[in-house]
């Protein structure tokens, strides 16, 4: 990637990515990710027979997300 307009300092070095960036590709497989380890992080488990969804029991309580 080359140096952003306006930030280019005449040395000619490229950038390295370090964040995924919004639109590529690997975005929202990046976003799965990060969103699947928070909500297990909270006590949410995925479904086997949906992915999308997310299901927390807190006693006689059922949370359930759907993504």
Known sequence: ????????DG???IC????TKYGL???GCKWNHKL??????LGYTRL???PCAYIRR??????????
Do not use: A, R
């Not at 990637?1 to 280019?8: T, V």
């Open 16 to 19: 390295e990515l370090i964040k």
């Open 11 to 13: 040395t000619g070095q």
């Open 36 to 41: 699947d380890t928070k909500l297990k992080n």
């Open 1 to 8: 990637m080359k140096q952003p307009e306006g930030y280019d």
């Open 58 to 67: 807190d006693g006689d309580k059922i949370s359930i997300i759907t993504v």
């Open 25 to 27: 590709k690997q975005s």
């Open 48 to 50: 086997y027979s949906d």
